[in-house]
């Protein structure tokens, strides 16, 4: 009970002692002789093993090429080790893009690695603590760019745990490995909701959501039918034309093309706040989808009608630090 009680604390006490510093680290991050841990692996220990039984072998029998052949293959042994330490010793580590998800998705943390010896650095590992593995190979006195798979499970800002990078290069009888937590974050958007209501419609800003952003002067697109939209702006001949018994709207833009407000006050009740923000996520999506002009009212903040990837950026953002 008391090491169950005390194993997260050494453990962290561990690490924070392995990264040789705080988390997060100031970039870029070095991978220096001090923070490089070596060890035999599986087939190391096997190798020693083997090792040590013909070494009895030639001492029992007073072989002299099995003196030989020992002493040859535990010089290589130690070659071994010497190779895997310097394959990964000195790496530069730096953080690179991020690009923002949805939570549930995949989030990806590029790191760049940066090689500064005039020799290649191959059969690399590298992960973040809850991701899979990757492999890489960094070029001779040159970098790339290493993404990491991180699964983001809620919406917020999602930090960049710690990275385990290793190698077992060249034989695979010697793991030397490093750890490293470079500041890096990715912004994890709401999931948008699967049966969200549809978007918004009404007479005006004088009932809080409208602006259906549909005029009169040039077709702009289609886009799924509501109820409340008007028979003549149903595109009949879109309809004809496809398999399914779905009705289409016609979009215009011009002149006299409203905005269309999604507004907090606006959704449906009983839905708790992570809902309303999946929902809402989910407006957004659509809107940008069907290249409206909307803005976006939050209890504490409100977002001007807009279009384009930054808008829809702003929103989503907003969304997502919601409560924050």
């Known amino acids: 009970m008391q090491l169950a009680q005390f194993g997260p604390g050494l453990k962290r006490r561990f690490y924070q002692w392995a990264l040789r510093g705080r988390a997060p680290e100031a970039s870029p991050v070095v991978l220096t002789q001090r923070r490089v841990y070596v060890l035999p692996s599986r087939a190391g220990l096997g190798y020693a093993a083997s090792l040590g039984v013909m070494l009895i ?46 939570a549930g998705e995949v989030a990806h943390f590029g790191l760049v690695i940066q090689n500064n010896r005039k020799a290649e650095r191959p059969a690399l590992r590298m992960c973040a603590d809850g991701g899979d593995w990757i492999v890489l190979e960094v070029p001779p006195a040159d970098r790339i760019e290493a993404l990491l798979p991180l699964r983001a499970l809620k919406r917020g800002w999602l930090e960049l745990p710690r990275v385990t990078i290793e190698t077992r290069y060249p034989l695979g009888l010697i793991r030397a490995w490093a750890y490293a937590q470079p500041k890096q974050q990715c912004l994890v958007y709401p999931r948008p909701a699967l049966n969200a209501p549809p978007l918004p419609t009404g007479d005006g800003d004088q009932k809080g959501n409208v602006q259906l952003g549909r005029g009169s002067d040039d077709f702009a697109g289609l886009r799924d039918h509501h109820p409340s939209d008007s028979p003549r702006h149903v595109a009949w001949k879109a309809v004809a034309r496809q398999h399914s018994d779905e009705l289409l709207t ?41 290249r409206l002009t909307w803005g976006l009212r939050l209890p504490a903040e409100v977002i001007m009608p807009g279009t384009g990837e930054s808008h829809r950026h702003a929103c989503l953002q907003a969304l997502a630090l919601f409560g924050r």
Not at 72 to 81: F, H, N, R, T, V
């Open 57 to 102: 072998g030639s001492m029992n029998y007073s072989l002299s090429l099995g003196h030989v052949l020992t002493f040859l293959l535990g010089g290589l042994g130690i070659s071994a080790i010497l190779n895997t330490f310097r394959n990964l010793a000195f790496i530069s580590i730096t953080p690179g893009r991020c690009s923002a998800v949805f």
């Open 250 to 290: 016609k979009l215009f833009s011009g002149e006299n093309t409203q905005s269309l407000w999604l507004d907090w006050e606006q959704l449906p009740t009983g839905l708790d706040n992570e809902m309303k923000l999946s929902v809402m996520a989910r407006w957004v999506c659509e809107a940008d989808a069907a």
